[in-house]
């Protein structure tokens, strides 16, 4: 019969290894929300990064007609060929050889384009700035230079520009508010993330929501030309309610995106963008312990990926890679971890086949994958395993 002291020191050690493997799963599921939102960000970015793309596919084509190389560089744009594109605008912009001065604009402002693409921000300024000193009156051109300011953290510079470019676009509403208006909304856009980026959270909701109102009425008017941005809008003021704790309100915005974007016609464009609303919604509504709709969002977007490569073979896989870890760590955060372990080593395959290319990005994603790997072992008890993981 044991004594009461070897009773007491057993329960003892019994609720101390419980407290410690709580504190354990605790920390875990912690850093698994972290992971999350961090996901969530990567599948922005390389969604941003397709967005560039068809905007720049959209200015060239707007061109065709009235400038000589916008064919020839189109023809480059599909062949992935992003370096011959920028040469070619190099040297007609350095011959400086049009006298149409909206010509040479607009030849700055696509060169810019063709930067952003190439992922050299900083190198895209200058071409920017070049343009809207050209061609003033072009508040598109204005609102793409303070994009670009805000996205490099240069709030001081953009904050020269942002009140000046909203009480222009103000202005020509008045009289053109067909050209003025989108203007204006992506001005307000612009604004608010400044002022967010800035630690001025109290004055984003005000330009966020107005910016909300004039795409609804934009898209309700013409749902064809401006659906896709009222739905971009949309998600842009439910990530911001998400992000101040305001889920319910937030949660009703990204539906009201999500009903939107669901009805755009199914061009690459929309679905992508409605691939990256419902991994928003599906981190909200796993912060919201609503774990059954968490998991029909992300396999939701999942599908939307895969529906992409079907045409474009692995183009998409670092969103998809994504999607999945994301998913996975929602049944891990609910302790399903043979279902975790199952998306984690679907995302896995993925991202060490990215991580052939050598890119830093893709790396990254396989060093995601293991640590997720790494936390399911430590769940299970595993910890030598969980050891060569993490």
């Known amino acids: 019969m044991q004594s009461c002291d070897s009773q007491c020191e057993g329960q003892c050690h019994s609720k101390l290894h419980r407290g410690r493997s709580t504190r354990k799963n605790e920390e875990l599921n912690r850093r698994l929300r972290r ?72 030849r700055q402002y696509t060169r810019g384009m063709i930067e952003e693409l190439r992922l050299n921000p900083s190198n895209a300024l200058p071409f920017y700035s070049r343009a809207y000193s050209l061609d003033p009156e072009n508040l598109e051109y204005g609102s793409r230079y303070i994009s670009v300011l805000i996205e490099l953290n240069e709030y001081a510079r953009a904050q020269e520009f942002v009140p000046d470019c909203i009480r222009r676009a103000r202005n020509l509403a008045k009289t053109n508010p067909n050209t003025a208006e989108p203007i204006l909304g992506r001005l307000l856009r612009s604004q608010a993330l400044l002022s ?44 911001f309610y998400w992000t101040i704790s305001r889920n319910q309100l937030s949660e009703q915005l990204f539906e009201e995106a999500k009903s939107v974007q669901k009805q755009l016609p199914s061009i690459e464009p929309n679905r992508l963008a409605f ?55 929602g049944y891990i955060y609910s302790s399903d971890l043979t279902a975790g372990e ?48 993490l």
């Not at 980026?197 to 401006?226: C, H, M, N, Q, W």
């Not at 998991?295 to 670092?318: F, G, M, S, T």
């Open 35 to 106: 992971e999350h939102k961090s996901l969530i960000q990567k599948i922005a970015e390389a969604d941003l990064w397709a967005e560039r793309y068809h905007e720049l596919e959209g200015q060239l084509a707007r061109q065709v007609g009235s400038d000589k190389i916008a064919a020839q560089a189109e023809e480059y744009l599909h062949q992935g060929d992003l370096d011959r594109a920028a040469a070619l605008y190099d040297a007609v912009i350095k011959e400086h050889d049009d006298p149409e001065i909206r010509t040479m604009a607009a």
């Open 275 to 329: 691939a990256e609303t419902l991994n928003n919604l599906g981190g909200l509504h796993m912060s919201m312990n609503k774990m059954d709709d968490s998991r029909k969002d992300l396999n939701e977007a999942i599908a939307i990926y895969q529906e992409l490569e079907v045409n474009k073979p692995h183009v998409y896989d670092l969103q998809l890679s994504h999607s999945l870890l994301n998913l996975a760590g």
């Open 196 to 239: 967010f980026r800035t630690f001025d959270v109290d004055s984003s909701e005000e330009p966020l929501r107005e910016a909300a109102g004039i795409f609804r009425r934009l898209a309700k008017d013409e749902p064809g030309r401006y659906g896709y941005e009222n739905g971009e809008t949309l998600r842009s003021i439910a990530t």
């Open 342 to 389: 199952s998306f984690t080593k679907k995302a896995l395959k993925i991202c060490e086949y990215l991580a052939s290319s050598n890119d830093s990005s893709h790396r990254e994603c396989v060093s995601t994958g293991a640590s997720m790997m790494g936390r399911i072992y430590a769940l299970r008890g595993q910890l030598l395993l969980a050891a060569q993981q």
